[in-house]
């Protein structure tokens, strides 16, 4: 008798885990941020910081440290108070910045040059940013300190993205820059910043 109850149990318990609606459904981690301490799992990589099938095709690294801010001003040079704030973007958290006084602008800047040694071809900048309707930001792509492609950006209190792209050459230094409209009471947030090497100046192949 105990032997028989002891098969309907396990046989129940069977039913129980095979019923339908009680198995998880995976998680698609791809394109997730990932990292020495973040692990992609079985059958995904982590390639230039983000996790992708093996058949996939590398993304270009991002060649601008601290991106999305989650070391906060690390790496950054601003005339303004940059601060990290959460929600980010992309990430856990962004930057906040506002002006020391009104009128002075406020820009941003990576505190080295992130492109030193280039491949002749074309690299692309962007960034997303947030700030209040009616202002607006503007991303300068340098080639040795000056902007070569600038675009402006009217911002709408939502996240915006803004992308530049221009051909170097070997021998010139890039870098990027943004001007943003701050003030004193009027923060405005950036996060995800990227350089990259890319194949066309579509821009299309993000890190």
């Known amino acids: ?25 995976a998680v698609d981690v791809t394109g997730k941020r990932c990292g020495p301490d973040q692990s992609c799992g079985p059958g995904l990589q982590c390639l230039a910081g983000r996790c992708s099938a093996g058949d996939e095709t590398p993304r270009p690294a991002n060649l601008v440290s601290n991106s999305g801010f989650e070391e ?28 020391r006084q009104e009128g002075t602008p406020v820009t941003l800047t990576p505190r080295s040059p992130p492109l030193l040694d280039p491949v002749e071809g074309f690299y692309c900048a962007s960034a997303w940013i947030r700030g209040s309707e009616g202002r607006t930001a503007v991303l300068h792509l340098l080639v040795d300190s000056e902007p070569e492609e600038t675009v402006e950006l009217p911002l709408d209190d939502t996240w915006r993205q803004v992308t530049a792209s221009t051909l170097f050459f070997p021998d010139m230094v890039g870098s990027v820059r943004l001007v943003l409209p701050a003030g004193v009471e009027t923060p405005v947030w950036v996060d995800d910043v990227k350089l990259w090497r890319s194949d066309s100046s579509l821009c299309e192949d993000a890190p």
């Open 1 to 25: 008798m105990l032997g028989r109850f002891r098969k309907r149990a396990a046989l129940l318990v069977l039913g129980v885990a095979a019923a339908p609606g009680c198995i998880p459904e």
């Open 72 to 99: 906060g001003a690390q790496g950054w040079e601003t005339p303004g108070v940059l601060t990290s704030e959460a929600p980010g973007f992309t990430g856990a958290v962004a930057a906040r910045l506002v002006a």
